[in-house]
T-cell receptor, first 114, second 115 residues
Framework: GNSVTQMQGQVTLSEEEFLFINCTYS??????LFWYVQYPGEGPQLLLK?????NKGSSRGFEATYDKGTTSFHLQKASVQESDSAVYYC?????????????FGDGTVLTVKP | NSKVIQTPRYLVKGQGQKAKMRCIPE?????VFWYQQNKNNEFKFLIN????????QIDMTEKRFSAECPSNSPCSLEIQSSEAGDSALYLC?????????????FGPGTRLLVL
């Protein structure tokens, strides 16, 4: 089956520091990779999406690159702000299943201190 | 921003009671998903629909869980006999298609507490 691994459960940074969140995935299908962000009291919302066709996605200063060789999809941001504090999920979609079911990583809680 | 509406936002039930929650997907989205998010932030896919038909569901939902998406009415997820382990955030999402590459838009969730 499909799986997603986020090794970092928690990341704490100060404002303007560099963010890197590790994500690796496993699938025998045709992946589309997402990063979703969830703020307290809200549902997850799309941060960025990458398919095998475009390899790299970016949004609001965040970037992620899909690497088929290492099956990785790490998230990074050059300079974080306090408002970036949230839970970040690496998510795998699989076109092979034809049902749209997503596989979520366990999430990384990002805390940015002012 | 997502326009998926979920009601109620909070639900408190005793063990053995029915718990029902509703979802209105984004306009024009024929595919609806239900996920359960536990207190450890782990997501579990429950069931999904395209229009009124079930696409896929896990074994758990075949027993105490039931769901439907009737035409011209909100989708619903119902737990027939709630258990303490059902306490979680229930998230509804909708999408333009059932292709794994299409974005799913999530509602704010219904937080169920089973006492």
């Amino acid at each position: 089956g499909n799986s997603v691994t986020q090794m970092q459960g928690q990341v704490t940074l100060s404002e303007e520091e560099f963010l890197f969140i590790n994500c690796t995935y496993s699938t025998t299908g045709y992946p589309t990779l997402f990063w979703y962000v969830q703020y307290p009291g809200e549902g997850p919302q799309l941060l960025l999406k990458v398919t095998t066709a475009n390899n790299k996605g970016s949004s609001r200063g965040f970037e992620a690159t899909y690497d088929k060789g290492t099956t990785s999809f790490h998230l990074q941001k050059a300079s974080v702000q306090e408002s970036d504090s949230a839970v970040y999920y690496c998510v795998l979609g699989d076109r092979r299943t034809n049902t749209g079911k997503l596989t979520f990583g366990d999430g990384t809680v990002l805390t940015v201190k002012p | 921003n997502s326009k998926v509406i979920q009601t109620p936002r909070y639900l408190v039930k005793g063990q053995g009671q029915k718990a029902k929650m509703r979802c209105i997907p984004e306009k024009g989205h024929p595919v609806v998903f239900w996920y359960q998010q536990n207190k450890n932030n782990e997501f579990k896919f429950l069931i999904n629909f395209q229009n009124q038909e079930v696409l896929q569901q896990i074994d758990m939902t075949e027993k105490r869980f039931s769901a439907e998406c009737p035409s011209n009415s909100p989708c619903s997820l119902e737990i027939q006999s709630s258990e303490a382990g059902d306490s979680a955030l229930y998230l509804c999402a909708s999408s333009l298609s059932r292709q794994g590459e299409d974005t799913q838009y999530f509602g704010p969730g219904t937080r169920l507490l089973v006492l």
